[in-house]
């Protein structure tokens, strides 16, 4: 009784919240950084999340077989949805050299909510249903119990400790390895890597297409955990929210996930208090916009070029390679 009082105060409850709800956030970022350090910057990431969302979605609801197995091939699914939907992005602005900004914006409308996403949930009829099987907590060797460190670190799902995996592997990737190292010069100095032998497009495509993939699969972590069901805009703008978060973290995998379970935080705040009856007296929406009021001075503060040198930003990121202008 004293053990659940404990995991039952404010505290936990949001931290352990901020995990669940930070988790789409980190892998739609890790995403858009992996792309972002070859040089190229996704804006679609939106439209990626909520195509591998309703996908996702409606692989679990077809997949005829064992939830693990379910689960597993719906994951797939959306990572191939993702993958796909960036391969638009990756041909118009690596090999047609198209504006980066200008693409992205336009892969969001195009598969956003009023786009695709919402044309392939109505077509496949998956509104209304909930999910046939979703991710829930392992309570990983009956430590779910445990106080504080419980429910926030053993009572999670695979989701979670495969994002925990995802941030150490693209840390040791980027700092350890020589495709990390390469990619990370095709995006500072991609003429420099040209020389050196570096195929500078592989390497954009490569990193953009597991981008997408990664996206796919945070927009699946939504239509699977968090609100096991399709419905039209059903990541309500956290590819937006990943993007900034990018910057937020300065490129660097660890504190993405850092930033994540912040923005997570504030994205749990609203039903935590709002089960609580704390939210007599407060619009609700108010708590529900913090997340978005953080994107935008993030997204402020880093408008300039300088203050993204700064930052530590990729010196080539946006700018399309030609490599007869060497």
């Known amino acids: ?16 919240a901020a995990v669940l709800y930070g988790t789409p956030l980190l892998f739609a970022a890790l995403g858009e950084l992996l792309a972002e350090r070859s040089g190229v ?40 949805a993702g993958a796909a939907t960036a391969l638009i992005h990756a041909f118009l602005v690596i090999t047609l050299r198209a504006n980066q900004i200008v693409s992205g914006l336009a892969l969001t409308i195009f598969a956003g909510a009023a786009g695709l996403s919402s044309y392939l949930g109505n077509d496949l009829n998956l509104s209304g249903s909930p999910a046939e099987h979703a991710f829930s907590g392992l309570d990983i ?37 020589r495709p990390g190292l390469n990619v990370r010069a095709v ?42 069901q399709w419905v039209g805009g059903l990541t309500g703008g956290a590819g937006w929210i990943a993007v900034a978060l990018v910057i937020f973290a300065f490129w660097r995998p660890d504190l993405c996930l850092v930033g994540a379970y912040l923005f997570g935080a504030f994205s749990a705040l609203p039903p935590t208090l709002q089960a609580r009856g704390w939210l007599t007296g407060i619009p609700s929406e108010v708590f529900s916009s913090l997340p978005y009021v953080m994107t935008v001075l993030v997204l402020v503060a880093v408008s300039s070029g300088a203050a993204r040198r700064r930052l530590g930003a990729p010196a080539a990121l946006g700018v399309p390679y030609v490599r007869e202008e060497r």
């Open 1 to 16: 009784m004293v053990l659940a009082s404990v995991n039952d105060t404010f505290v936990v409850v949001i931290v352990a």
């Open 41 to 80: 910057l996704n804006l679609g990431v939106e439209g990626m999340m909520l195509v591998g969302a309703v996908m996702g979605f409606w692989a679990v609801q077809r997949l005829d077989a064992a939830e693990g197995v379910s689960l597993a091939g719906a994951l797939g699914v959306a990572a191939v």
């Open 141 to 177: 060797a009956g430590l779910g119990d445990l106080p504080v460190l419980g429910p926030i670190l053993f009572d999670q799902s695979a989701l979670v400790y495969l994002s925990w995996l995802l941030v150490a592997a693209i840390g040791v990737y980027l700092a350890r390895t």
């Open 187 to 228: 995006g500072e100095a991609p003429a420099s890597a040209d020389a050196m032998g570096i195929d500078v497009a592989a390497y954009r495509y490569t990193h953009t297409l597991i981008g997408g993939a990664l996206a796919g699969i945070g927009g699946a972590c939504f239509s699977l955990q968090i609100t096991p």
